[in-house]
């Protein structure tokens, strides 16, 4: 049976939703919209709730053009209720579908256990409901979500008979309103999917941390992945979901950040697959060319404190993430907007490169102070053996650029960066 389904994401997330559910539920009818990922699919419902890129997951009940209010306040509730409910028998239609989908689920994860069946015939065509409503544009000018959810909660319990029950209902009705659209959905699931049940401890949204691993050029599988800055593991265990045949490395100065770390590993059942070990991304104890891959969150120093400033710190991070990484690996980078600037100007870009050998190879090394002054898009140049500003200097160029994607942390932006090493940097010898 195919379903009218549709998914909640973050800002910035649409695009790589559209792209999963096409790809692992062979969707149809994809459509995104901000917030919102609309499709036709039908998967079976355990492997649509294993969607890493969705918030939340809905029946497509109705999907209609927006409300318009008319002038006269006597008539505007009248046309909300229109507008919003439309034809009971395609509530009850949806009801239905979602009923199935419920059972569906509960004989997946709970064989053996059932409703009473006095408890699923009373509420076959009579359940229990509340609203939630979402609204902004004109009509959240006019009224408030709370308002707007009675006068809808009103209409379905005239036009369908349905219960109102604001504590315990059997289903919760979400309701969206804007300038653009009109939307109502019936969710599935009472957590979010991105809950992931294997996080015992939290720390970057999962979402955010598969789309980390999810840009990465290339499929991860049969190889080593890096992250030298891991926290509790956000990263590596969404990484590992994805990629069966990879073994992941997760590095941390801080030691209790590893312990949740460990714990979230045997929550996943990953232990034989994610090592993980106390060191200094600025010092990584492996070779030279020794990963595929390096997935990090550099951190920000909002939800978690830093030991450095990360600003500093950067050029000799990206130094040695650079030198681990194999000719053909890859580099996936979260960041902050201010880091993603300064980034910008360590790695050296092809224009860049055209820029600085067109410059006179003694005034490169002769006065940094001028050369910046002279070129301020140039990428910074740091000491081969410090990263500081010396009179040996150099910068990246071992990296090729291949996307920046923009995705919402809550209160702030970042910027997903990717890379690929197409050389191994020239050895420069100090005089």
Known sequence: MIRQLYCT????????????????????????????????SSADLQ????????????????????VSLPNNPAKQAAVIKQGVVGDPDIWRQSFLTWKALQQE?????????????????????????????????????????????????????????????????????????????????????????ACRSYMKHNGLRSTIAWAVSSLCPKKLNDCVILDPMCGVGAVLLEAAQEYSNAVFLGMDTDLLQLQKAEENVKASGLEG????????????????????????DIPFGRKFSCSSDMSTALPRLLREMERVLRVGGHLVLLLSLQLSAQLKKIICTPEHNQNVNSLDTNNLHTDPSK?????????????????????????????????????SLGSTDALIHTYTKIHTPTKISSS
């Not at 994610?274 to 595929?292: F, K, N, T, Y």
């Not at 050369?371 to 081969?384: N, R």
Request: charged fraction near 25%.
């Open 9 to 40: 994401a973050g800002a910035g997330m649409e695009e790589l939703l559209a792209q999963e559910v096409q790809h692992k539920l062979c969707a149809t009818q994809v459509e995104q919209i901000p917030g919102r990922v609309f499709f036709c």
């Open 47 to 66: 492997t649509v709730t294993r969607l890493k890129s969705a918030e939340r997951l809905f029946v497509l009940l109705r999907r209609a053009e927006p």
């Open 105 to 193: 689920l509960q004989c997946s994860q709970e064989r053996g256990q059932k409703r009473k069946r006095e408890d699923e015939e009373e509420s076959l065509y009579t359940p229990s409901f509340r609203v939630s409503c979402r609204c902004s544009g004109v009509i959240a000018r006019f009224y408030t979500s709370q308002r707007l959810s009675r006068i809808i909660g009103m209409a379905i319990k005239e036009d369908l008979g349905w219960k109102v029950d604001l504590r315990d209902p059997v289903l919760e009705v979400n309701v969206y309103l804007s300038n653009d659209h009109c939307i109502v959905g019936i969710p599935l699931l009472k957590h979010p999917l």
């Open 273 to 296: 697959r994610v090592q993980l070990l106390q060191s200094s991304a600025m010092e990584i104890p492996l070779a030279d060319g020794a990963v595929d891959a390096v997935l990090c």
């Open 371 to 407: 050369t910046h002054k002279e070129s301020t898009d140039a990428p910074l140049m740091f000491d081969k053996a410090s990263s500081e500003m010396s009179n040996t200097q150099f910068f990246i160029r071992s990296l090729q650029a291949h996307r920046t994607h923009r995705v």
